[in-house]
């Protein structure tokens, strides 16, 4: 037996009416700022999500926390934390963003820094070997994108290649080379011995 017509109608009008809807609220949500920017709004301290290992292939039970180790005799802290891996390895985006900075520094050598969505966090990746095929400044990044790849340039030893991996909440000028240093240990899943 045949659906009458207007039954069919209707059917094809309440998918299309249920489609627009998911549509609609899936607008909403990304154009809805955060709970992040709602926080900061109201003053509150903020701290990065959960991030993505930044090296292919590495487990967060190989991290080591170095990141109040001391560099230069005791000069300088080191505020970040190194993952050593074979040149060459992938290194990843570890949040969704976008590339504010390719920077070739003596202490750094090839090196990028991301800053997250909301423009709080920066990320710096250096001691690259190259950058990723296509990566350029102001481009926006996906989490676990290829963006560079694991090297020993900047004052590394070429006979242990890593990636020093930090993390900094800007200040209102957000300016990429400045920030507060977080410990990015426990954001990247290492536990502490």
Request: hydrophobic residues 40%.
């Amino acid at each position: 037996m045949r659906e009458p017509h207007g039954a069919r109608q209707r059917g094809r009008l309440g998918r299309a009416a249920r489609r627009l809807a998911a549509v609609v609220v899936v607008a909403c949500f990304i154009a809805a700022p955060g709970p992040a920017a709602a926080l900061q709004a109201a003053g509150a301290v903020v701290e990065p999500p959960a991030l993505l290992l930044p090296v292919q292939g590495k487990l967060a039970s190989e991290l080591s926390d170095t990141f109040a180790d001391t560099r230069d005799a005791r000069q300088r802290g080191h505020e970040a934390i190194d993952i050593l891996a074979p040149r060459g390895t992938p290194v990843l985006a570890v949040d969704d963003g976008r590339i504010v900075k390719l920077f070739l520094s003596k202490p750094g050598g090839i090196t990028l820094y991301h800053f997250d969505p909301t423009g709080q966090f920066a990320y710096y990746y250096a001691h690259l070997d190259r950058y990723a095929d296509g990566v350029a400044e102001g481009q926006t990044v996906r989490r676990g994108a290829v963006i560079g790849y694991v090297g020993a340039t900047g004052n590394a030893s070429a006979d242990a290649p890593h990636l020093h991996f930090a993390i900094f909440r800007l200040g209102p000028e957000k300016q990429w080379w400045k920030g507060e240093p977080i410990n990015p240990f426990g954001y990247l899943g290492g536990r502490k011995p």
